[in-house]
Nanobody, 127 residues
Framework: QVQLVESGGGLVQAGGSLRLSCAASGLTVRRYAMGWFRQAPGKEREFVAAISWSGGITGYADSAKGRFTISRDNAKNTLSLQMNSLKPEDTAVYYC????????????????????WGQGTQVTVSS
């Protein structure tokens, strides 16, 4: 059974930093791309960042560029999102997701591309 478990969310002041983690288990395939999405109250879930299975290729939403960094440790089956210079508009539930990739080494921005999702972790940025 595949499980993705996020952690690291919390309350932080504007300008502060948080590091989110996602622990993956039960993924028996060798290759899977991963991504972070978020959903603010009353809004659709949106793409934040994604990373290829090798970790060598990354992609970011415009809102995340220059402030967030996605990374992964395949030996530990973990995904991370370092978030700096946080703004109140970053307040949302953050989800990690995994996509099985049989071939290729890309990243994916569309949530419909992903096979598995975590339960989410709340990030609240106060002004």
């Amino acid at each position: 059974q595949v499980q993705l478990v996020e952690s690291g969310g919390g309350l932080v002041q504007a300008g502060g930093s948080l590091r989110l983690s996602c622990a993956a288990s039960g993924l028996t395939v060798r290759r899977y791309a991963m991504g972070w999405f978020r959903q603010a109250p009353g809004k659709e879930r949106e793409f934040v960042a994604a990373i290829s299975w090798s970790g060598g290729i990354t992609g970011y939403a415009d809102s995340a560029k220059g402030r967030f960094t996605i990374s992964r440790d395949n030996a530990k089956n973990t995904l991370s999102l370092q978030m700096n210079s946080l703004k109140p508009e970053d307040t949302a539930v953050y989800y990690c997701a995994a996509k099985i990739t049989e071939n290729g080494n890309g990243w994916y921005a569309y949530e419909t591309s992903y096979n598995y999702w975590g339960q989410g972790t709340q990030v609240t940025v106060s002004s």
